[in-house]
């Protein structure tokens, strides 16, 4: 039988099975061996691609490409009856055109965030049923993580190693600060911790550090904290973030029978978001597909925007040469946005230079054009958006679908205040995280130094945490005690009596320690939840929380917490405190919302990467605000912005909205800015514009007598005297609780309570068909009844 005809005939049956998807997209499936760029513009389906490739790997390993085979006429009649849809006969299909299947355990699939790999793994799960539990689906550093509970002994740890938050790391350096002498106003901690979290990412010790310093006072003085840092962190069994990478790719170089034991266990690597990666993750993929070469990226270089943590772009923009014989396919079919949006997104995209060219396009609709409203100011930029927001809820009855995006949190503001006075609900993405919460932070170091006795840094937090009599200076002295003797805080407290500088405190140290002995047992011998449950009590911080301001909200707060602790308890073979803390610590702020209550999400543009909404609303469009005056001087640094712009034009899928403002307050002062270039990037074609600040100017103009004045006085002033002259003849209207009102709207409702704020009143309304509302009289345009 002709070697050719089998071929074709398997090859239309594996494009049948794989019918759901486009070309490009099945051509990334069928392409497993070897290195593989695959370039996924926004909105095309990545994960999708993600999760067939796997799937491809584990039932038909390399059948697409594969020549070596003569089938039977049998085969070539199946083939073709299953290429024509006349049978579906999936498992006769894998049996007889799988060549080199890949088992699931030899796959690692990497992604930026617990959320995406959790996604990922339930996707997985729906197609490949139980051989999707045995994929490696995870998150850079939950990979990590798991590598070093094995192997981190080599490097000198314990295998029961803490993990400091970002929060941990800036007290361990305050703390470290103080060592040395040096002032907080000196040496800002967070500037500290960048400087050491970019010295780890190109992978430069305490030591190189210094030797590169040279006269520089200031690199030599974060140098010397940097390895003061690093020691602390040993002596408490600790690792930050940038440890985990880091550790992992030294166990990899120093140790080349470990690297080869996971190159052997990972054949084939994917990792998503590639453009995204730093130096050390680059080494990480590189070090591990480094004998077997078996190594699929994806992502996107016109959407890296994360430099400012180290993102390299030249990670995906040399991967070509960086993996000799590399293939590359360019996802460019867009499954998200209409082609307006899309076409905009590549009118301003084209102007970068360092990228690798695609062009974004959808089969869909052409939709409407991109709408761009010029404001007399920020009050009247967040006033169309407002508007614009509730004449979309009146449409569809859903305030999700929008999304109003800022380059600076701090352009939030005018907006916050008058989606209040509208009455309209909304979410900051990106607020304070659930385990920052400080009740949520007391419990969980209680939790820890439990689980770890080396954790200085827990242990300070909470050792008079409710107050025990175990001062600061005790603090030091305990410290002081366990560093010069290399034992635990918890040794010293044992042996309190042995040690004079603590005489007067023996008593409720021993306490201490004798609560703290009862509770490390029990947590071996109880469910988590109990556990829990036990600790505060027999520590007294949940009878302290209910002496605080806010004590309910604090209390369920924690009772959260415990939430959290059960669905671990449900998911993990074999749940442990040490395993649901590793858990806690790997939570990311991408992890934290999932967007389920019906409100308008704010966010800054980078928050909003790898999200869509129907309407977006992109504020700010000024030069100098977006892009910000910042990168005026770079062109690198002005492309990134002109990505950040590409990202924010891209979430839209229906409405995409751009706002900018003649002149606007910021951090206190007026601005008068000209229009963002990025907008005028944008075709004129693909434009509808609304100048209102023209629109006002001409008003004013033809209102006013004196052209001399106008022209002197400023456009807010005139505005201000114009609304003064408005106001002047009406009556302010005043309602009282129990009085029926109309709203554009709400509908119907009744006042429940007025409450008198300045010149206007909040007004407190039961409506009928959306429930309770507070909203600002003076903009509720209600109708009484």
Not at 396 to 420: D, P
Not at 710 to 737: G, M, N
Request: charged share 30%; aromatic share 10%; glycine share 6%.
């Amino acid at each position: 039988m002709e070697t050719n005809s089998y071929n074709s005939a398997k090859q239309a049956a594996l494009k049948k099975y794989f019918s759901r998807m486009n070309e490009m997209q099945q051509e990334a499936v069928f392409t497993v061996n070897g290195p593989v760029l695959v370039l996924a513009g926004a909105g095309s389906g990545k994960t999708t691609v993600i999760v067939n490739r796997i799937a491809n790997l584990i039932n038909f390993g390399n059948a697409y490409f594969d020549t070596s085979r003569e089938g039977s006429s049998d085969d070539i009649a199946f083939f073709r009856d299953y290429a024509e849809g006349k049978t579906d006969d999936f498992d006769t299909l894998r049996d007889t055109v799988a060549v080199d299947p890949v088992r699931p355990w030899n796959i690692l699939a990497i992604t930026f965030t617990n959320k995406a790999a959790g996604e990922l793994k339930e996707r997985l799960s729906a197609m490949l049923g139980e051989e999707a539990l045995n994929i490696h689906a995870s998150t850079f550093h939950s990979a990590c993580v798991r590598i070093l509970r094995s192997e981190i002994e080599a490097l000198g740890y314990g295998k029961d190693f803490t993990i400091y938050d970002s929060d941990d790391s800036q007290r361990m350096i305050k703390n470290v600060m103080g060592e040395l002498d040096v002032s907080e106003k000196q040496l800002a901690p967070k500037a500290v911790l960048s400087e050491i979290s970019f010295a780890k990412d190109k992978m430069i010790t305490p030591a190189e550090m210094r030797a590169d310093a040279g006269q520089d006072y200031r690199k030599k003085m974060i140098s010397k904290l940097y390895a003061l840092y690093q020691e602390r962190m040993r002596a408490a069994n600790a690792l930050d973030f940038d440890d985990i990478l880091v550790f992992t790719v030294e166990l990899f170089e120093q140790f080349p029978e470990v690297l080869e034991k996971y190159r052997n266990r990972f054949r084939y690597i994917m990792v998503d978001e590639y453009q995204d990666t730093n130096h050390v993750q680059f080494k990480l993929v590189s070090l591990l597909s480094g004998g077997h070469r078996n190594l699929c990226v994806v992502g996107d270089d016109d959407q890296s925007i994360y430099k400012f943590r180290g993102a390299n772009i030249e990670n995906i923009l040399g991967f070509e040469e960086q993996f000799e014989g590399a293939k590359v396919i360019r996802l460019e079919q867009n499954y998200r946005s209409t082609q307006t949006i899309l076409n905009a997104a590549n009118s301003v995209i084209s102007h970068n230079n360092s990228r690798k060219p695609k062009t974004l396009w959808t089969s869909g609709e052409q939709g409407d054009k991109v709408y761009w409203y010029k404001a007399v100011d920020e009050t009247d930029e967040a006033k169309f958006v407002a508007d614009t927001i509730l004449a979309s809820y009146k449409e569809t009855g859903k305030y999700s679908a929008n999304a109003v995006l800022y380059r600076m949190n701090a352009q939030s503001n005018s907006i916050e205040r008058m989606l209040v006075k509208c009455g309209i609900p909304y979410r900051v993405y990106g607020g304070m995280r659930f385990y920052d919460r400080k009740e949520i932070k007391d419990v969980t170091s209680y939790l820890s130094f439990i689980n770890n006795h080396n954790d200085m840094l827990r242990f300070r937090r909470i050792i008079n945490e409710p107050k025990r009599g175990i001062g600061d200076s005790t603090l030091a002295v305990i410290e002081d005690i366990s560093r010069d003797l290399k034992i635990s805080p918890f040794e010293v407290m044992k042996n309190c009596e042995e040690y004079a500088p603590l005489s007067k405190k023996v008593t409720a140290l021993k306490n201490a320690y004798q609560m703290f002995e009862m509770l490390t047992e029990k947590s071996e011998e109880l469910p988590l939840d109990e556990f829990l449950d036990l600790l505060l009590d027999k520590t007294g911080y949940l009878d302290s929380l209910k002496t605080l301001e806010n004590a309910d909200t604090k209390i369920e707060n924690v009772q959260e917490l415990r939430t959290s602790m059960v669905q671990y308890m449900e998911q993990a073979e074999e749940p442990t405190l040490g395993g649901f803390l590793e858990e806690v610590a790997l939570y990311t702020e991408a992890d934290r919302d999932d967007g389920s209550d019906d409100k308008v999400t704010l966010m800054t543009i980078h928050s909003a990467k790898g999200l869509e909404y129907d309407n977006i609303f992109v504020i700010g469009m000024d030069d100098g605000i977006f892009p910000s005056s910042r990168c005026f001087d770079s062109e690198d640094d002005m492309e990134e912005e002109r990505r950040l712009a590409y990202v924010a034009i891209t979430r839209a899928k229906k409405r995409l909205y751009l706002t900018n403002a003649r002149q606007r307050m910021l951090f206190g002062q007026t601005q008068h800015n000209v229009t963002s270039r990025f907008m005028k990037e944008i075709g004129s074609e693909l434009v509808e514009k609304h100048d209102n600040a023209a629109a006002l100017k001409q008003q004013l103009e033809a209102a006013d007598k004196s052209v001399t004045e106008v022209r002197s006085a400023t456009l807010q002033q005139q505005l201000a005297r114009t609304k003064k002259a408005a106001a002047a003849p009406k009556e302010a209207i005043t309602y009282t609780p129990g009085e029926k009102v109309s709203h554009s709207i709400f509908g119907e409702g009744v006042i429940v309570s007025v409450k008198p704020m300045a010149n206007d009143s909040m007004l407190e309304i039961a409506f009928d068909k959306v429930g309770t509302k507070k909203i600002m009289a003076n903009y509720a345009k209600l109708k009484k009844l």
